[in-house]
């Protein structure tokens, strides 16, 4: 049920860009119109930037923390001074802190509540960090035995890490069936949204696609998140070559990322009709970029939710993809295809028969499925009413724990 006192709410991530930034961006974004249009309460938002920032604006409060840029992703930087993080909450005093990311900044909340037990710690499980980001790469850099020592290492650590919040929540029951086997049980899901309004067939540019360089009236694909290994990105590449030339199709790889130097390169010097434009940061434009394609592709394999996936449906686009992660969730039945993982041969196979059959009733039935199912507001909503109080509830167990042990004159640095 809804809390009934005015609260200040906390999101603490690193994985922002004010270029380039993917779903967390969105999602906090969407979450700052929430909070200040729908709810009296009040939200900070401590994120990376070039240097130390704080912006006051009414009921909302925007921190930047001057951090280092990432090698090798230039749109996005890393805190790693976690004690300007805890000044700021130190100064700011929030009720509820929510950690979206699972890199340093979760044990800087959980050290600030030891000092401050009455706060509520939330964590979204946002990216699969144990398979997509320790296992793959640790895999490809020192073999499959010590790539999947390292994913034990961080199975480890998430357990440790996340265990320690009062609430965690997941974007799919997939992911919450895959925490409770890492030992994190205390889970709720939290479906995303998307503005159906922005994101929607009417925007249909048939001219678009000359914006990028790309000709002729074939059929246009589109994908949309950061151009790199962890996307897959490349395997778009592989699937365009296997599509008969007579096809006449395009693809257009909107976002950016580590890949897109090296994929520009390659395709240029082939000749294959592939647009790499860099990140769209006009919302509007993404929207028509979307609205003016036939279908959306990606190559994906661990998606935890997938945003530009109901962007596209909303659009009218039906999804060829693969059947991993949350995909499944996403592109049921009668709305797409899933083929294997890595196989560019099929993912091309499944292109074609889309095209060539029902596409357009798919995009109907995609766009009619994400209006009935997703929603901004259903989203944050879900959060303020239910995940958030189940974790000050917590919160407040928790302080009164303390007080019956160890006397409310103890209270103070207590976990």
């Known amino acids: 049920m809804p809390v009934d006192r005015e609260l200040l709410i906390c999101d603490l991530t690193q994985s922002y860009a004010p270029r380039g930034g993917g779903g967390v961006s969105t999602y906090l974004r969407e979450k700052r119109r929430h ?3 729908r709810t009296n309460h009040r939200i900070l938002q401590i994120v990376p930037g070039p240097e130390d920032r704080v912006v006051e604006d009414g009921r909302l409060i925007w921190v930047e923390v001057g951090a280092g840029q990432v090698r090798g992703s230039p749109n996005y930087r890393f805190i790693l001074r976690t004690g300007a993080v805890r000044e700021v909450l130190e100064r700011y005093r ?3 802190v929510e950690s979206l990311c699972p890199w340093v900044l979760p044990w800087t909340a959980i050290n600030y509540r030891r000092a401050h037990p009455e706060t509520a710690l939330v964590a979204g499980y946002h990216t699969d960090f144990p398979n997509v980001h320790v296992h793959r790469v640790g895999s490809q850099m020192f073999g499959a035995t010590l790539g999947s020592a390292l994913r034990q290492i961080s199975v480890a650590y998430a357990r440790l890490t996340y265990g320690a919040f009062d609430r965690v929540y997941a974007l799919s029951n997939t992911v919450r069936e895959q925490l409770a086997g890492y030992g994190i049980h205390h889970v709720d899901v939290l479906s995303l949204g998307v503005d159906t309004e922005m994101f929607n067939p009417a925007r249909r540019d048939p001219r678009w696609r000359e914006r990028f360089g790309l000709k002729g009236d074939g059929p246009l694909l589109v994908y949309a998140g950061r151009i790199d290994n962890e996307k897959r990105a490349d395997r778009l590449v592989e699937m365009m070559r296997r599509l008969p030339a007579d096809l006449g199709a395009s693809l257009l ?3 950016d990322g580590k890949l897109r130097e090296s994929l520009i390169a390659e395709t240029t010097s082939l000749g294959m009709p592939i647009a790499l434009p860099g990140f769209v940061d006009d919302r509007d434009a993404l929207a028509i970029t979307y609205a003016s394609s036939d279908l959306y592709v990606s190559a994906m394999a661990d998606e935890t939710f ?14 060829v993809g693969v059947a991993s992660g949350a995909m499944p969730a996403r592109v049921p039945q009668g709305l797409g295809l899933l083929g294997p993982v890595d196989d560019a041969d099929a993912m091309a196979a499944n292109v074609l028969t889309v095209l060539r059959g029902g596409r357009e009733a798919m995009g109907r039935a995609a766009r009619a499925h994400v209006c009935q ?24 167990g928790r302080v009164r724990h303390v007080r019956s042990g160890f006397g409310a004159g103890q209270l103070q640095g207590a976990t």
């Open 35 to 37: 909070i200040l249009q």
């Open 373 to 396: 199912q997703f929603s901004w507001d259903q989203t944050f909503s879900r959060l303020v009413s239910d995940v958030y109080p189940a974790a000050l509830a917590s919160a407040a």
């Open 94 to 96: 929030p009720d509820v």
């Open 306 to 319: 997938g945003i530009s996936v109901i962007e596209a449906q909303a659009s009218g686009l039906p999804v």
């Open 253 to 255: 790889m909107v976002g």
